[in-house]
């Protein structure tokens, strides 16, 4: 869905990540950072929004692949959507969060 997008905020060696798409907004922001050999953080969301999930996913995978401290920003709103126009915006969330990851893990 092209009109998911994702900016990637650099603060020192740690990452914020803004998804938003349709009418952006803030629904739900995560951090997540390493903690030995885990991945540790909290999420929380606006009453009434449900990025939480994705946006709670996205941030400790990142976490997990860069080794660093991660937050994630979420606010998607798509008038009447579907549940197939739903996963298609997951999963675009997804990928963009992907070719992210391997695009900064081929620079390392």
Request: net charge neutral.
């Amino acid at each position: 869905m092209k009109s998911v997008r994702l900016q990637v905020i650099e603060a020192g060696e740690d990452k914020i990540f803004l998804v938003t798409g349709g009418k952006a907004h803030i629904g739900a922001v995560a951090t997540f950072y390493p903690e030995r050999e885990r991945v540790m953080g909290t999420a929380v969301h606006i009453p009434g929004h449900k990025e939480q999930e994705l946006c709670e996913r996205l941030a400790r995978k990142a976490a997990n692949s860069l080794k660093v401290t991660v937050t994630v920003i979420m606010g998607i709103h798509f008038d009447a959507i579907t549940r197939v126009q739903i996963d298609e915006i997951v999963q675009t969330a997804e990928r963009l969060l992907d070719d992210h990851l391997t695009l900064a893990n081929d620079i390392k």
